[in-house]
């Protein structure tokens, strides 16, 4: 077994990596950029180096560094993690080079799986099932066109050498195609440096299923059950679970096979995903195989009692698979959520910002929590903006859900936008629960997983005044001037709070007396059970709830939602506000890929106007209404920040 390994990479799955090495008695060894000197997995490692600059591809996608920290610290080994080198070949390739063993495939497996097309070819020769489609090299627009009509509509366009959901657009018009080729073109490039795509039938309501498999160098393959990951928005997993609903054994077993097979075709070593599409008559075909670990392999890991990160390190050093194909564990249910920040009622805007406030549950045998940050961290715009990963087991799926819903409840994020309202919402859908899912579940219910906003109930604007109160109580000193019972010598206080939420402001009464308060006629008391807890009562009502302040707002958690209200303290008076003048600006820190318009041109509502880069991800900033587009304020390829106007526009009156 290795004494040191370097991890090249950052996040959650550096410091999921290093919980194993340290349960095995493997020093670990950190890369890091500028922009992450003070992470957690920096933190957590024995040993760090910095690799560069926030931009990955000075840092993080370096190999020449990242070979010279191999060099320098003495490690072994390289576990990659997943995303940025993960699945790169010339990493691979570099480590074996250098006489690193890089933990993952052999070069020539990458080489096979990394490209879609030419891994398609393979598959069709190892007999495993296909979508119909056009896997060629031929990348000529006007082929690709003809291809797509060939197929028929709807067909998805993805990127060769792609992943995580990057560089793929469904299209489903004839019409529609140059646009949707030439966009999923350019953000293959950025993302992947290969702009080259391949075209398949997309198939109507699918699901998402992929098998875990693992080889050894001794020639031994198996499969470790399937994980559903069908709950998708805009092809990125939102929810994972294992093993999938309503999947039969006799389908698991026809899956396993084929996905062992795949691995076998390519002489595979290692922890690989084999992914597959499969429709509502039970058919399911191969989509692409990941030679690397996933982000969502802790639900295998809950169902079967395993430690794949030991396994991958296990077999690096040589070691044989420790069980036999019978032999795999498949006990209870897991769900895996990612905690993003991100707003969904504002099309799930990446968020940054400092993690003011960050309470998770505590870890069981139930209930597991995958993270890179810790509260008082920064969500930067330069990765991912995944805030963690939540992981609950239970007996069945039905309990497993309630134990999700649950854990949810029990997390609480000031600072950022996040989605975890959204999550609980998707987790306790009637579809999610009765396990109708599949790839189209999220955006065919967006009604009901993003409500539009409305008014608050009275009772949220009561917990929020007590909650102030019991701070102002909190607060107060020994002093008679500074105590806030509310005593009087001709009586007692009446107080009247106000909050606004949005576009609603509300009012509470609350009279001091000797015992509490009472809020209209009921008595009503406040006991702080820990820096955020409080258990009230309101009349017969018991309410355990969290208010967690964050300079002006109070973020009130009650009954698995968050709600924001601010406190319309007297004592402050707001300055006047200032609009912002030159007209539309960037909604996060990004890069400008495209302008989209010409200066001067009369436009729809809703037409596209520019396209800009963020936190890996495109985002189009579209017209309000109809209007005029003046100018453009900034140019393609400018860095611009949050806030900047981007555009001057004119709405038509």
């Not at 090495?21 to 957690?40: M, P």
Request: aromatic letters at 6%; charged letters at 20%.
């Amino acid at each position: 077994m290795f004494t040191k390994i370097l991890i090249a990479n950052r996040g959650e799955i550096a410091c999921r990596v290093i919980a194993t090495c340290r349960k095995l008695g493997i020093r670990t060894v950190a890369v890091y950029s500028e922009a992450d000197a003070g992470a957690r997995h920096v933190r957590l490692a024995d040993e760090a180096y910095c690799v560069g600059p926030a931009a990955s591809r000075e840092s993080y996608l370096r190999i020449d560094r990242i070979i010279e920290v191999c060099k320098q610290s003495g490690a072994q080994a390289v576990h990659p993690g997943y995303g940025f080198l993960s699945e790169n070949e010339s990493f691979a390739h570099a480590c074996e080079e250098n006489g690193v063993v890089f933990i993952g495939p052999p070069v020539k497996s990458i080489r096979a799986m990394g490209l879609k097309s030419a891994a398609k070819a393979l598959m069709q020769q190892a007999k495993v099932p296909l979508v119909p489609g056009y896997h060629g090299a031929d990348q000529d627009p006007a082929l690709l066109q003809r291809e797509a009509d060939r197929i028929g509509y709807p067909v998805l366009i993805k990127a060769s050498a792609g992943g995580g959901g990057k560089g793929m657009r469904v299209v489903n018009a004839a019409n529609e195609f140059a646009a949707a080729l030439a966009s999923c073109q350019r953000e293959a490039r950025t993302s992947f440096g290969d702009d080259n795509v391949l075209i398949e039938k997309y198939l109507q309501q699918p699901r998402h299923i992929e098998i875990q498999v693992f080889a050894d160098r001794a020639g031994n393959t198996i499969s470790l059950n399937e994980r559903d990951c069908s709950a998708q928005r805009r092809h990125q997993k939102v929810v994972e679970e294992a093993p999938a609903p309503s999947v039969k054994p006799d389908q698991r077993a026809a899956m396993g096979k084929a996905a062992c097979d795949a691995a076998r075709a390519v002489g595979y070593v290692g922890a690989g995903t084999v992914e597959f599409i499969a429709d509502s008559q039970g058919n399911f075909y191969f989509m692409e195989m990941n030679t690397r670990l996933q982000v969502e392999h802790p639900v295998t890991e809950m169902i079967t009692g395993l430690d794949l990160v030991e396994w991958q390190l296990r077999v690096a050093a040589g070691e044989n698979l420790p069980l036999t194909q019978e032999q795999v564990p498949l006990n209870g249910h897991s769900i895996e959520v990612r905690i993003y920040a991100e707003e969904p009622e504002k099309g799930f805007l990446p968020s940054v910002g400092r993690l003011a406030y960050f309470r998770t549950p505590a870890p069981s045998a139930h209930v597991r929590l995958d993270t890179g940050v810790e509260q008082g961290d920064e969500i930067t715009p330069h990765y991912d903006p995944m805030i963690a990963k939540l992981i609950v087991w239970d007996h069945t799926r039905e309990a497993a859900i309630e134990r999700m819903l649950g854990a949810l409840a029990e997390t609480r994020i000031v600072g950022v936008g996040h989605n975890v309202n959204f999550l609980s919402r998707l987790v306790g859908h009637p579809a999610f629960r009765e396990g109708r899912v599949d790839t189209g579940l999220i955006e065919r219910e967006r009604a009901a997983l993003i409500p539009t906003a409305a008014e608050l109930p009275k009772q949220i604007f009561e917990v929020a005044a007590l909650a102030q109160l019991a701070t102002e109580r909190d607060q107060s000193s020994s002093s008679p001037w500074s105590i806030t019972d509310g005593w009087r010598i001709n009586g007692t206080q009446t107080r009247t709070l106000q909050f606004s939420a949005g576009e609603q402001t509300a009012t509470v009464s609350v009279q001091y007396t000797s015992t509490g308060y009472l809020i209209g006629d009921e008595p009503a008391r406040v006991v702080r059970t820990s820096d955020s807890d409080l258990r009230l009562t309101i009349g017969q009502r018991h309410i355990n709830t969290a208010v967690v302040k964050s300079g002006e707002q109070m973020h009130v958690f009650l009954r698995g939602q968050q709600h924001v209200l601010t406190y319309n303290d007297p004592l402050v008076h707001a300055g006047e506000t200032e609009e912002t003048q030159g007209g539309l600006t960037a909604p996060m820190p990004g890069k400008i890929i495209a302008l989209l318009s010409e200066p001067g041109a009369e436009v729809a509502k809703g037409a596209p106007l520019l396209v800009m880069e963020a936190m890996k991800m495109e985002l189009t900033v579209f017209a309000p209404s109809k209007g005029k587009l003046v100018s453009y304020l900034c140019n393609a390829g400018d860095q611009v920040k949050e806030g900047v106007p981007l555009v001057d526009f004119q709405a038509s009156t």
